[in-house]
DNA sequence: AAATATGGCAACCGCATCTAT
DNA sequence: AATAGATGCGGTTGCCATATT
């Protein structure tokens, strides 16, 4: 293939598709740190990437943004809680990647379908009825125990090893799995401080030190919240770009409180995953589960006036 | 060892919805 | 109100690694 820089040179204006290499990585990376994660299109416009606003949307927030459980297995609750709302939501696979922390809704979408196809699969294997009546047992068994128990394999490859080992063991933190390159060099700053602001930033700023979310916490009390910049927001409470209802909530019903809480997750709009790198699991189970029903949403963006 | 099946995943496509003008 | 562009969503495809035959 050669050298991906002079690839996209040789192209001109056609659009490139197909797998990212790391130097799009951290173009894009870059972008989001100055911008935002908007204006996909400005990429290209741009002449930065060759790629579409949506192929640029689609990687940041499969595969680039922070806090995603990228190479991680579904665990047994991850699984009980996709089986569950599909039951109940249909193919709503970005409302039930808002109750999943960490996971996309591409991520939930191929989750099923794999273990829709493994079901497809046992179910043509599965004795026919009248074989299955000569023996049902065995017919129960073979189609009923992996499409709705199969235990999680646990911890089978060395990429989940490493992401497993970065979950901490009493707040459950989730980390970016380390991997040793720019772009997640750069994503790393983008986990724990604000890489942007609401105003575009020079790459010069784009390094440390950025103040650590408590210092930003006492920096910015609740009444001055407004004035934190949409674009930290949309990074660290996992807004994506058009979530300007979601954000209205801040600062009294977080973003990354997600709308999950209280056992319901049909209230609430796109995106809004818990941020367990803020929030960690449990953080909130010692108050009433119903605590958040009784708080009033607050006034969207464009009423803040 | 080679061929085939399977699982997992990244990314594209078309359509729907939202937002700005 | 109409329109275009941007964004979001769900379905689908194709690639690659691994397991099985």
Redesign the pocket.
Known sequence: MGDSRLEILDIGDEI?????NEEEDEVLVRHVMKYG??????LR?KGLLQ?????C???W???LRPNLK????FSAEEERIVLELQGKLG?????IATCLPGRT???V???W???Q??LA?ILERAPSSSEAQNNTAVGVLHVDVPAVMEAP?LSSSPLEEESLSSLDNNSQMIKIVPKPNLVYSLLDQLDFHPAYEKNPVDDSQLQFPFPSIPDLQQDFPPALATEVSKNFLDVFGNV??????NLSQFPFVPQYLGPCLGGSCSSGG??GNVNPAIFPDGFFSDFPADIFDHMEPMPSP?EWG
Do not use: H, I, Q
């Open positions: 490139k598709k197909g797998r990212w994660p908007r204006e996909w299109s400005s416009s790629r579409t606003g949506k192929s949307r689609l990687r927030v499969n595969k990228n190479g991680m297995r193919n709503k696979w970005a409302r809704d591409n991520d979408k191929n989750f379908s794999s273990r196809k493994r699969r394999k994506d770009a058009s979530d300007n209802g796109r995106g464009s």
